[in-house]
């Protein structure tokens, strides 16, 4: 499943495919580099949230994290 996200910083359209139609997490700008916390329900984007770095890489680690849970 792939999900459009409208950067709100710079209107650049992206994507990111997902697993499963709700997801929370990180999402980096692939034009302007600004990171932000996205959140989906059924396939629908229902909020992008600024982000800083230092969350990111939080955030980013909790992912790593899950799917390596989800393996084993
Ligand atoms: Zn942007």
Not at 14 to 31: A, D, F, M, N, T
Request: with cysteine.
């Amino acid at each position: 499943m792939l999900i459009k996200i409208k950067c709100p910083k710079c209107e650049t359209e992206g994507s990111l495919s997902l697993v499963e139609s709700s997801y929370q997490g990180p999402y980096r700008c692939w034009k302007c580099r600004e990171l932000f916390t996205i959140k989906t329900l059924n396939d629908e984007l229902k909020s992008c949230k600024p982000l800083s770095q230092e969350e990111f890489d939080r955030q980013q680690e909790i992912e790593v994290l899950k799917a390596k849970f989800k393996q084993h």
